[in-house]
């Protein structure tokens, strides 16, 4: 393949080269019928010689096409089209603006330890998703890692991936040795843990600039891998608690049984970790609107995509004890879920009812076409948190996002009734 700029690739108009590597070349490209920019990995073929090399390579692309349509995440990178020709292979991915991860493993560049806490986070839930759906990743480092807008996070390259449907064995040998876990470096089965381990290296390195083994050879690197525990995180770097200490070489455990059981324990011991960072007060990072969205009753039926897809359309607020929220007669474009306290609804000064965590209120808004007043007023019963959502935002989401929230304001409006009919009986 030459060297110089294609003007086009299948349909796909080229832009300019935005990466290149051993096996491939990726170039910045324009999707005309979709209206929209895609990063196109173009494998390398200088020569048609049917070598061992020539045919590894080539496994891996068709690892990673065979996936194309199949692994829809908000954290992993979307792979849209794949085409395999005699002079020709390439695969149509997701072009996302920004760096990988290595550029925070080094010591000069570390992230905070809370905004490392939520990128990992984020990675797992990913790879969570990836799992469900058969896939274990098997090459997860810092380079497939994408992040652009402080802590948006694209996991990337499933080519050695291992997948319920896949018609091969699980690609022995590929890899980076650093981040390989000790299954994978003895030739093992290869399971979800695979990954944990993986992702648990890519914690340490974020967080001390430091790979949890080092070595001048490859045989020397692989044998720490297998029979040496590392040191704690915290070696390196005070501001990382006990708590995170265990998480991180809990994942780094030799046998996968000694790792986490399940991608939730991991994500539920990191998020407990992460409670006992210290934060500014007022600040709420997209991990804790997470974790405390997939708490809630309301939204218990709800996927990870359009728990996601909901954090960037609202707003998080907090209120002292007997603060007003909303008050009856004041026109309004936005309704609330309660994510902690409680609060009373009342009208004309007569208590109706106590909200709780999971209770909305002023959805009312949602539903009508014309401009309403409030018609009761909310008071704060004790610290409260709420999520704060625009109607016209929600009216603009996805139809799968409105869907959830219909139903669950369906489910609200059959409880006040019941709750009312039951209040009315023991009148």
């Known amino acids: ?96 603006a920004g760096k990988t991860l290595e550029y925070y ?13 939520e990128i990992v986070f984020k990675c797992s839930l990913a ?43 699980h690609l022995q040998g590929i890899g980076s040795p650093a981040y390989m876990s000790p299954e994978q470096v003895q030739d093992k089965e290869v399971t979800f843990h695979t990954d944990i381990y993986s992702l648990g290296v890519v914690m340490y390195q974020m967080l001390t600039g430091k790979l949890p083994f080092r070595a001048s050879t490859k045989a020397s690197l692989l044998y720490q891998v297998v029979n040496i525990a590392p040191v704690p995180p915290s070696t390196f770097r005070r501001e990382v608690s006990g708590d995170l200490d265990r998480v991180v070489l809990r994942c780094l455990e030799k046998t996968p049984e000694a790792r986490y059981a399940t991608w939730a324990d991991f994500s539920r011991e990191l998020t407990h970790s992460y409670r006992n960072l210290e934060t500014p007060v007022d600040t709420v990072t997209d991990t804790e609107k997470f974790s405390a969205l997939k708490g809630l009753a309301f939204f218990r039926e709800f996927r990870d995509q359009e728990l996601w897809e909901l954090l960037h359309i609202t ?47 002023g959805e009312m808004l949602y539903f009508n076409e014309t401009q309403t007043l409030r018609s009761t007023t909310i008071t704060s019963l004790s610290p409260l948190s709420v999520i704060e959502i625009k109607a016209s935002d929600l009216s603009q989401a996805s139809d799968k996002l409105q869907k959830e929230m219909n139903k669950s304001f369906l489910r609200i409006l059959i409880d006040r009734l019941t709750w009312a009919n039951n209040r009315l009986s023991a009148a």
């Open 1 to 96: 393949m030459s060297d110089s700029l294609p003007q086009q690739i299948g349909k796909y108009p080229i832009s300019r080269e935005i990466g290149r590597g051993a096996t491939s070349v990726v170039y910045l490209a324009r999707d005309p019928f979709a209206n929209r920019e895609v990063a196109i990995k173009v494998l390398k073929n200088p020569d048609l010689e049917d070598t061992d090399v020539n045919r590894r390579f080539r496994k891996v692309f068709l690892n990673e096409a065979a996936l194309v349509g199949k692994l829809f995440h908000p954290h992993i990178l979307g792979i849209y089209d794949a085409v395999s020709e005699q002079r020709q292979s390439y695969i149509v991915m997701e072009y996302v």
């Open 105 to 117: 493993c080094e010591a000069s560049t570390l992230l905070p330890v809370s905004k490392v806490v």
């Open 127 to 169: 790879l969570a998703f990836a799992q469900r759906h058969g896939v274990i990743h098997c090459d997860i480092k810092p380079a497939n890692i994408l992040i652009s807008d402080d802590t948006n996070i694209k996991i990337s390259d499933f080519g050695a991936a291992q997948y319920d449907e896949a018609q091969h064995t």
């Open 315 to 361: 707003s998080w607020r907090k209120f002292l004890v007997d603060q007003v929220v909303i008050r009856e007669g004041d026109s309004g474009d936005r309704f609330y879920v309660i994510t902690s306290g409680e609060a009373k609804v009342s009208k004309a000064g007569r208590l109706l009812n106590i909200l709780r965590p999971g209770d909305c209120f």
